[in-house]
Structure formats: structure tokens, C-alpha cells
């Protein structure tokens, strides 16, 4: 595998700043530790931003939108040409994650690695075409190594785009059909696991509808035994544009030093790639929210964590991680703005 540059490891936290902002946490008005995870997620921002008071304002969103060949296996509810109609309703502004990121205030970008159907020009949907789709693979590898590190790559570029535009954190988000069958099987490869133990409904399947997408996930990991011990050949023969895009994005991040709020089940999946290739990414990637899809669980759990919010969410987009910006906004405001015992004239505890 010639991507050398996953390899090289995350950037550290800063201990420094940590240890300043739990110090501050200390002599702020309130019983120490009341304000609970907010406190510890402002002391971890501070640490990751290396600042003393940590901050969430500028977001930046990138939804990275292919499809999938293995679609054509009837592993989803809905069809292929879903994936370009939504992102031509993300970029009008009538998605979800449209108006969430309207709502935070939140730049959001666009960019499509290859769909079945043609997605309009709009200046926020950017062309990182890679092939109208990966390949099926139960019959092949879903791409091949070039189309690997292009999609790799349009992951890196966003990340350079949303720090050269002084972004305080990044999320990534995705659309494509078929792409909890890719996140499952390359789960599986990383986790050991059986697809049984982490498939689910996706977009709305049937029981027998599931039943169906294990053994397809089945098929896949058997045809390709021989290569799914390496993390970046498994997304090749596994994965999707989009997923590996997320990888390349998230790695990006941890070895330039910016926050990531990890979405959901594809995203996630993502994410156990980026650990497993980038020593030390794990540090930069805040677990926004569990998904309903049932193998998320134990994705997270991989991956230390519990997440900031539980709503029952599966829509991907990016959208449980933009719903936990707020909190983060929060922990911030409190951390920044609260007066000291000192300040308040108010008497503290033993
Ligand atoms: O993020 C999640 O947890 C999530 C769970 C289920 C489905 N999705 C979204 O639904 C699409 C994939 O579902 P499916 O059934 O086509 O594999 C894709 O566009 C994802 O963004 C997302
Ligand atoms: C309508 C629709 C919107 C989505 N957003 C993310 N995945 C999706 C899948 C469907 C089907």
C-alpha cells in the first residue's frame, strides 16, 4: 500500500493546556465536577486547541456523498439514485444537515466522489469524481488502490480547506446508498466480527431484508480473507469513496491537529480505520452521538466511548454530530464565561 502518509502519527495534545483549563474548571462557582461531561469535554477542546479557552464556533461540514456498487445485491431500502437526489437536496438547503448547519452557523460543503446518477453543478457540491460508483464487491474489490488514495486524499483536502479557514472543528459527513452494507463489512474485518453481530436496517430493511445483507457481508469477507487484515486494503475491498474519504479526512485531522465530531454507524467505521492506521488519532475524534443502527455499539466501544448524545438518530449527513455542536458551545461558554470563587466573592468548599 503506497499511502505512507496515514501512517505517519497524530499530533499530541496539548498536557499543558489540559491541565490549566481542569485547573480553571476547579476554581469556577460550583461544586467541583457539577458541571460534570461538560467539564471534561471543555478541558479536552482545550487541550486538543491548545488554548486556554477552548472553543466550537467556526464548524466546518463536509458530507461526502458515492455510491456502491454492492447496492445492486438488494442491500437497501431505498435506490441508488437517492444518493445524487440528496445531495442536490442538501446543496438547495432542504436536507437535514442543511439546516442544521444553517442553524449553528456552520460552513457546509459538498463533495461527491462519484454517483450513479448526474448531481447538478452547485457552488457547494464539489466533483472529486473517482467512478460513478465503487465496484460490487461480493464479485471484486469495491476499488481498486489508485481509486483508494484519491478517495483518501479528497478527505485530506477538506481538512486543508477547513483549516485554512481557521475552522474550530471538523465533521465529516456521508451519503450513499448501500453504504451501512460497506461500513458493516469493513467493521467486521477490523473487529473480528461476524456481520450478524453488527448488521442492521440501514434505511428501513425487513428482518428478512437484514437477513439477506448479512450473508451478502457474509460472501464479501469470505472472497476477500486474504486482505482484510491490513486496515487500507480492507476499505479497498470493503469500503466505499465516501467512507474512505472520511478516513483520509480524519487521520488529516489528527496529524494537523483539529477536532473531529465523529457522526454515526459509517462515519464510525471510518473512524476504527483512521485509529488503526494513524497512531494516536483516537485523542482527536469526539464520538458524537450512539446511532440506532444496532452494531454501532460495539463500533463505539472500539473506540473508547461513550458519545455525548443517544437520541435514537440513523441518518448520517453528519447530522448527529452537527445536533451535538450546541453542547460543545456550551461547555465552552461555561468554561470561558463563568466567574471564579475569587471573582464572585463566594465562599469555596473544603
Ligand atoms: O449514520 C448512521 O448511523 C446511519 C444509519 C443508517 C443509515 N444511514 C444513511 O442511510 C444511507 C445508507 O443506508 P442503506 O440502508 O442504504 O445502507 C446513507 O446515506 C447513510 O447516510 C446512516
Ligand atoms: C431520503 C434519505 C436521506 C438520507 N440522508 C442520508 N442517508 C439518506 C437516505 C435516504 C433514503
Redesign the pocket.
Known sequence: MTEDWLRAPAALPDADSAELAAAHQGRLTKPAGALGGLETLAVRLAGLQRRSQPAADRVWITVFAADHGV?AAG????PQAV?AQ?VANMAAGGAAISVLAQALGAELELVNLGTVAEVPAHPRVRDALIAPGTADFTQGPAMADAELAEALAAGADAVARAQAQGADLFIGG????????AATAVACALLDARPAELVG?????DAAGVERKAAVIEQALALHAGRLADPAAALACVGGFEIAALTGAYVACAQRGLPVLV?????TAAALVAARLCAGAEAWLLLSHR???PG?AAMLAALGGPTLLDLG?????GS?AATAVPLLRLACALHNEMATFAQAGVAAGR
Do not use: Y
Open positions: 447496492a442491500v437497501s431500502a431505498f444518493t440528496m456521508e451519503m450513499g446508498i448501500g453504504n451501512t452494507t436496517p440501514g434505511t428501513g430493511l457522526d454515526g454507524f459509517i462515519s446511532s440506532a443502527e454501532h438518530m440513523r441518518l448520517g449527513e448527529g
